[in-house]
């Protein structure tokens, strides 16, 4: 009952947002609709017209996004918003499950749903026509899907979610090397090493020499003493057949050295990684080589090079704000500069995947983090790629109630000012461009703090253990403590 009151009042809270939105629309000046959910529903009309979503200026996105939502166009303006806000909802129940199988107390696993739910701003950003809920919910599911080993349909629904935005491409590194043996509960196939073949080795040499030697000292009372170069000749024979012993021994040692990176090499590609990468590789390029077919190269350009090359000169969140601005006319300079701002994304990406990728949840939010920390454009909308995530990790952290207080008032208080510095900038047309990159600098310390600080509090665990998704470990010994008490 909690559960279904929980989903309805916020429903209802988004539908009220929805219907308001409208009449300020009508009303009032300042518009509530984002500008974006015009560009999707102006796209949709030149897809109903059967034409490209693409002759729409300024349309960036996969044309799955203007096929979605198309009743906008056909039947009702609200449906797109209506669609998103259900996104929202389906966010958060994938929450409620993922906590649940956790070992999330009920009353928990609602209070972290409740924090997307309720979250004021992944509201306003989904009333306002904004699609990241459909991203957010692409994300979700797949992790869902592929944790509880539904990896055909999760891998499809995670090569969709790239396709949709290419951002959650840095989700495959900590799922790929999440499906270990604890995955799937596979035995260790006993890979022999290269000290197991020595000392195989040593026990056959001991063998070998105590027969040979029992041999001799028989040979030697038969036959009593020798000549001197009998002896000699004795003694080079066994040196002969000693190195040709040696080097036979050492060609089995190279054999068996091969044979164990090649069934090493094997064991690491195991099925599951295989099967996982290649459906969602697959479909995420039979889904482009479609698109491609049906709008050509603007298709490509538009979905995704662009956000690459891109170097956005319009204010933004991001700490390259400014610079990007100031080489606005220097196409060469920029260019490099927008590129080289994946680098820091990139390196700590992969410090994250290779540290963390046994608890996929958190390694998948620290990477979403630092991606939009250090992105060279940020907007709020870019805020809900994490959020959504952020409730699947509260549990495992040990930080006391004031703490997060604490950096929920220096996130908001940093970008307050950002906002403030903004409004200055476009509604009273003052020249603020610098103010708002020192605000933005302000703004990414405040961010550089609070992920210092989560991943200080963070309680780390294992996702899997013989093929079984665990419970959090100290939340199994809070019961026992319980119960001895």
Known sequence: MKLFLTFFISFLLRLVLIFY??????????????????????????????????????????????????????????????????????????????????????????????????????????????????????????????????????????????????????????????????YRAKPNKTITTQNENENENEKGKGKGNGKGNGKGKGKGKGKGKGTGNGKGKQNNKKKQNNTKKTQQKEKQIIQQNKKSIFKTVLHFFNKDRLLFAFLSAGFFFALNILFYYLYGWEFLYETYLYHVIRHDNRHNFSVYFYQLYLSALETQHGSLASLAAFLPQLLLILLFTVKYYKDPIYCCFLNTFVF????????????????????????????????????????????????????????????????????????????????????KDHRFSNMFKNGKITKFPFLTQNNKNKKEK
């Open 21 to 182: 939105g409208n009449w300020q629309d009508e009303h009032l000046q300042v518009k509530y609709t984002d500008i974006d959910y015009i560009v999707f529903t102006d796209a949709s009309r030149f897809v109903a017209e059967g034409q490209s979503p693409y002759m729409r200026s300024t349309y960036r996105y996969t044309p799955l996004l203007s096929y979605l939502v198309l009743p906008s166009v056909t039947a009702n303006i609200l449906f797109g918003k209506l669609l998103f806000c259900v996104c929202d909802l389906c966010v958060g129940w994938i929450i409620y499950k993922m906590l649940i199988q956790r070992g999330v107390s009920e009353k928990k696993s609602i209070f972290c749903s409740c924090l997307w739910l309720f979250n004021p701003m992944i509201i306003n950003i989904s009333t306002r026509g904004n699609a990241e809920s459909v991203v957010c919910l692409l994300v979700l599911l797949s992790l869902y899907l592929v944790t509880t080993k539904k990896l055909i349909l999760g891998s499809l629904v995670f090569g969709l979610a790239v396709h949709f935005k290419i951002f959650p491409v840095f989700y495959a590194f900590p799922l790929f090397f999440m499906m270990n043996d604890d």
């Open 372 to 455: 939009v920390m250090f992105n060279k454009v940020m907007t709020v909308q870019y805020f809900a790629w994490y959020f959504c995530l952020l409730p699947l990790i509260v549990p495992a952290s040990k930080m006391n109630i004031w703490k997060p207080v604490l950096l929920i008032i220096s996130w908001l208080v940093t970008q307050g000012f950002w906002l403030q510095r903004a409004y200055n900038l476009e509604f009273l047309g003052q020249n603020t461009f610098f103010s708002i990159w020192v605000a933005g600098i302000l703004f990414f310390l405040s961010n550089l703090f609070i992920i210092i600080q989560i991943i």
